[in-house]
Structures are given as C-alpha cells and as structure tokens.
C-alpha cells in the first residue's frame, strides 16, 4: 500500500512536464476566473461605458465603443495568463515561451485594438468633402492591413523570429507572383481610377448599355459587387467598369418623362391646342414634377404620322426610386387620358388600308377590234341645243 501511495504521489507531484497535477488544477482555476472576469467586464463595465457614451450627442464614441469591445475582452484573458506562468515552477525553455506568449497577447490586443478602432475613426471623414464613402472604405482597408503588418511583425519579433529575411524572401516571391497576376494589379490600379475620378458610389445606380444595371454594393480591391434588380450580385472586375461607358443614375438631377401620345386625324386644331394645354398646365401645377432651368416642360403637336397625330409630352419630377417613379408616371397618365376623351378625342392605333385586287378571267372579246368599235361612242352625234 505504501508503495501504491508513493506511487500516486510521485504522479500527483510530478503531472505533465514536472508539473504537479496541484498546479494544473490551479492554472485551471485562474483561468476560470480569467473567463469569469472578462464576462463580468464584458457585461458591467461596458454596459456602464454604453450609458455614459448614450448620453453624447456624438455616435463615433459609441461606434468606437462598440468596436473595443471585443479587443477589450482579451485583458481579463491576458491578466490570467500571466498570473498562471508566474504561479507555475517554469524554467528554460518553457518559462521563456510563456513570458513571449504574455507578451504577444499583450500586443495582439493593442493592436486588435488599434484595427478596430480605424473604422468607427474613418467615419468622421465619410462627410468630409475630399474624401468620397469608396476613398474613406479604401484607405481604412489600407490602414487596417498596415497595422496588422505591424502588429504580425512585432509579434514574430517576440518569438525571435527575423523578418528581414522573411521580408526578402518576400519581395522575390512577389516578382514572381507579379509575373502571374497582372490581371489581379489592373483590376487595382482600374479601383483607384474609379475611385480618384468619383465614376460611382456604394449605393448609386449604375448602368453598362446592354451589359448590366444594377445598385452599386461594394467597391473592392479586385472587383465591384453590383446588385442586380432582381437581387441577385454580380462581381464585375474593376477593369471592366474603368474602361467602359458607364451610367451613373445615381448623380442625375431629374428623371425625365419623353412621351409621344398618338390621336386620331379627326381631332381638330382647336381640340390639339386644348389637349396641349391642359397637359402643360397641369405639369406645371402638380406638386410631383419640378422645374427643369435647362429645359422647359411641355406638351405640343409634334408629328403627323401614318395613322395618328402625335403629341409630344417632356417633363421632370425628383430623382426618386422606381416605386415612387412608377406612380407619378401612373398619376400623369390618367391625367392625359381624361383630358384627350373631355375634349372629344381619342387614342389613335395603327392601321392600313388593304385593297383586294379584282381576280376574275378577262373577256377577251372586249378588248377586239370590234368590241372597241362597239364601245366607240365618239362616233354618235351629239344633242343639239334646241332639243329636249
């Protein structure tokens, strides 16, 4: 029994590594609590943080807020960590991998930090006037990557890691990287054209004629996320949008209504300068179109086509969506119609006139001699003028 004890003691002492299963068990412990603390830091202190920024006007600190949450999360976790290798008998090797673990920790949640703090920072300048929503998205991707090369090389550093070798070996994989991807640097350099020269925005409606129209998602390094109308997304590479002509419905000023309305020719002047003007006054009244300074709205008598007279419609409302578009549209169209039928005119439709060619024998005996004879009456005398 004794030696069973002995036995059993030598392993409760001894546990994993020479460390005694008493202070795993610790470790374990401090660990916990580690978790238990950052759930109460999690939940208390930043629900505490959250009430004091509510109270700003300003949204960037609760934006900021919201974004650290995550990185200030690693605290507890990291306090935990350093408490277990200092409880634990560590040396050599293993005591300097705990103290570099430590030390990693330390600087992946500073620079966590820093990461996720760039967008909520990046958000002051999305209203700023030189810098575009795309050019705000691009340089905060930009400033993300730099901090994690950062970050990545002070943590390699810890580990005693070189990185100008690793560096250099870089710099010729990426030559030979360069060779096999040209396509992937147009599409890049084509984003920065698209983005230095404001083509499009997240969010404007773009159109390539006979190619693709669609809202305006996301502009990337490689590629642009367009959404087409039936919500289905496209990815469209950057090159394809920088050397084409593209559309932007989504700077225009007005949208236009460009109407031709076909009457019968039975309408008279009177009745086509009536219709006319009813329309035009009632564009120019309507609160849902506006005043276009560069071109006038109208209603005239444009054409006399093959089957109709035609009336030439031209005005302008807001740039609004489709819906909103689609009724106004709507809204104009009752309108015409009841003033072509108030004022005793109607819709013309196309039509022909179709002649039916006479299929019957000919009667040679007709056209003989003496048929022509007998059908000669330049012959007979005319009536004198005395008779009855």
């Known amino acids: 029994m004794e030696g069973f004890l002995e036995i059993f003691s030598n392993v409760w002492d001894q546990g994993l590594l020479g460390i ?3 202070e795993i068990i610790v470790s374990m412990l401090i660990f916990i609590a580690g978790a238990i603390s950052r759930a109460f830091f999690v939940g208390r202190v930043l629900k505490w943080l959250e009430k004091l920024t509510a109270n700003t006007d300003s949204e960037v600190d609760d934006a900021l807020l919201e974004s650290l949450k995550k990185p200030l999360g690693y605290i507890p976790m990291t306090v935990a960590l ?10 050599g090797m293993a005591d300097t991998f705990a103290t570099n673990l430590i030390k990693a920790m330390i600087a992946f949640t500073i620079f966590s930090a820093l990461a996720n703090s760039i967008a909520p920072i990046f958000q002051i300048f999305t209203s700023s006037t030189f810098l575009t929503q795309s050019m705000t998205m691009w340089l905060e991707r930009a400033a993300k990557v730099i901090v994690w090369v950062i970050g990545l090389g002070i943590i390699f550093d810890i580990f005693g890691i070189q990185i100008g070798p690793l560096v250099a070996g870089l710099g010729l994989f990426s030559v030979a990287v360069a060779l096999g991807a040209q396509d992937l640097f147009k599409n890049l350099i084509s984003g920065l054209l698209i983005i230095g020269e404001n083509r499009f925005q997240p969010g404007d409606r773009i159109e390539v004629p006979g190619s693709l129209h669609g809202m305006v998602e996301d502009i990337g390094f490689r590629s642009t996320l367009v959404r087409m109308f039936d919500t289905a997304p496209m990815l469209v590479p950057n090159k394809d949008l920088s050397d084409v002509k593209v559309i932007n419905h989504g700077k225009m000023e007005y949208r236009r209504i460009n109407w031709s309305i076909n009457l019968i020719y039975s ?6 300068a009536k219709i006319c003007e009813e329309i035009t006054a009632f564009i120019n009244s309507s609160q849902e179109f506006i005043i276009n ?3 006038e709205s109208f209603a005239r008598t444009e054409e006399l086509a093959l089957s109709s007279i035609d009336i030439k419609i031209l005005c302008y409302s807001k740039p609004v969506g489709m819906t909103d578009f689609s009724k106004i549209k709507q809204n104009l169209i009752f309108e015409i119609i009841k003033i072509v039928r108030n004022n005793g005119s109607e819709f013309a439709y196309p039509s022909t006139s179709v002649y039916i060619e006479n299929t019957d024998p000919l009667n040679a005996s007709n056209y003989s001699t003496e048929g022509l004879k007998a059908k000669d009456i330049s012959n007979e005398s005319a009536p004198h003028k005395g008779d009855d």
């Open 267 to 272: 309408t008279t002047q009177q009745q086509l």
């Open 20 to 22: 005694g299963i008493t």
């Open 293 to 295: 300074p560069n071109q």
């Open 82 to 91: 350093y408490f277990i290798a200092v409880y634990l008998p560590l040396s």
